[in-house]
């Protein structure tokens, strides 16, 4: 095999004065370029690194070997030193081999340029040991090419049993994931912000799933939590506006903060029996939603749990003992327009109970249908000679009928139009029942010839009462 280049100067000079004077220990140069190393784990290992503080060490397309040639014996690179490609603004590409399982802190941040980041195998990116900050090439080039082919449609291998912290964060080109049997857990932030992702499988081997996993994966439609989870935790899901559907495993107990936040599409939630606690804010900002169904076990649902759910209809808890709430729980709309359902006989305990008591529509199951709400009778008013309505329950629209009769009267010498004229017009809003109707009836008189047309007859009356009804 084909020896490559390197320097040990600064070894030699620091086994002499046990100081280093520059930021690598060794160095290798082929037609690509130059990449510097440091030592790491007893000097087994290699670590690629930057070759001054001031970083920005390296540009255009950067391969990194699985392995260089040391000591007259080949030595693996299995780490990216924190910093390692920092400011690195000139570099386009990056080749990540196998071999390496650690990529510290803040490598790739500010690789404004970087488009391609080339891999060999998924089972090992999935093992990366990704640091804080933007440490992920990934941030930059927004996917992910193996052996050669850009990944849309991901499968992780049989034989993969975990997958790790950041490791396919932002990668929006993926399009479709599916999680083979064997995985166990999903890794915090691990596919946030892939925002062209639409559909996840995740098997019943998984018992885990991180922190931000698929947050903001704005195009993801629909979720299926498997029965070997028992918590989702925070923000997993937040942010994916895209989701209808939503399956919840029966095993979960506990769904985190803004797990669900702003899942913007939802209009259904039925929450499974083992399900004992919701944290706050888990379900902000999903303003479609419409029903929400509660199991029997439920003991707490956090601060803003359901606020700005402003679609929010019908409520149905199953729990004989009220769960615990809060005043701001659910938005104030839900209160005053939605149907709480709770079990026969525990009505009067959800009325006294703090935060159900602000619900003002409260139906035992079994008792009946409830009484809807009903929109407020509106006023009519005829101002500046024209009709128009009024009405307490806002948002409504109004079916009227008008009724009237003409009569020609000789007025001072002058032929005048008289108009007796019926309104009856009804408030009317989805969800509600129809207003009660609200009548009048008033004279209109005006001189002659209203539609301009030389005659006095019929079709000025017709014009006289279009212009007041403002048709």
């Known amino acids: 095999m084909k020896k490559i280049a390197f320097s040990i100067l600064l070894a030699a000079v620091m086994s002499l004065t046990g100081t280093r004077a ?25 670590e690629v690194t930057y070759k001054s503080e001031d970083y920005n060490s390296y540009s255009g397309e950067v391969v990194i070997p699985h392995e260089v040639y040391v000591y007259d014996s080949y030595m693996r690179v299995t780490s990216i030193s924190a910093n390692a490609f920092h400011s690195c603004t000139g570099l386009t590409s990056i080749t990540i081999p196998g071999s390496v399982t650690n990529i510290g802190n803040e490598a790739f941040r500010n690789c404004t340029a970087l488009t391609n980041v080339n891999i060999s195998s998924i089972d090992a990116w ?72 639409t559909s996840v499988s995740i098997p019943e081997s998984v018992t885990s799933i991180g922190d931000n996993a698929f947050d903001a994966c704005f195009s993801l439609t629909s979720i299926t939590i498997p029965n070997s989870v ?50 706050s804010y888990t379900f902000r900002g999903c303003d479609r939603l419409k029903t929400v169904t509660i199991g029997s076990q439920m003991q707490e649902i956090g601060s803003y749990a359901f606020t700005n759910c402003d679609s929010i209809t019908k409520v149905v808890s199953k729990t004989v003992n009220p769960p615990a709430i809060y005043e701001n729980t659910f938005s104030q709309s839900a209160y005053s327009n939605a149907t709480l359902y709770v079990p026969a006989g525990t009505a009067s305990a959800y009325r006294a109970a703090d935060g159900w008591e602000l619900f003002t529509n409260i139906v035992e199951e079994g008792g009946g249908n409830p009484e809807p709400l009903k929109c407020a009778t509106p006023t009519i008013k005829l101002t500046n000679g024209k009709v128009h309505y009024e009405c307490e329950t806002e948002d409504v629209s109004y079916l009227s009928e008008v009724a009237w009769y003409p009569e020609f009267e000789q007025s001072e010498n002058e032929l005048v139009v008289r108009v007796i004229c019926t309104v009856i017009v009804i408030a009317t809003k989805e969800g509600y029942e129809d207003s009660e109707p609200a009548e009048i009836t008033f004279n209109l008189m005006q001189a002659g010839d209203v539609n301009g047309d030389g005659e006095i007859n019929v079709s000025d009356v017709t014009s006289l009462v279009s212009i007041i009804l403002g048709q």
């Open 22 to 46: 520059l930021a690598y220990d060794m160095s290798t140069t082929t037609a690509d370029g130059t990449i510097w190393y440091n030592f790491i784990n007893d000097r087994t290992e290699l």
């Open 126 to 197: 999935c093992n990366i040991n990704f640091g804080s900050g933007i440490s992920n090439p990934i941030n930059y080039s927004h996917s992910l090419i193996l052996n050669g082919e850009v990944i849309k449609d991901l499968v992780i291998p049989f034989g993969v049993t975990s997958i790790g912290y950041k490791a396919f964060e932002n990668c929006s080109a993926l399009t479709s994931l599916t999680i083979t049997n064997g995985v166990r857990s999903i890794g915090n932030v691990a596919f946030q912000n892939c925002s062209g992702l």
């Open 230 to 279: 028992t918590e989702i935790p925070k923000s997993a899901f937040a942010y994916c506006r895209g989701l209808t559907s939503l399956t919840i495993g029966s095993s979960v107990t506990t769904i985190g903060y803004w797990a669900f936040d702003h899942c913007s599409q939802l209009t259904s939630l039925t929450l499974p029996e083992s399900v004992t606690k919701i944290e």
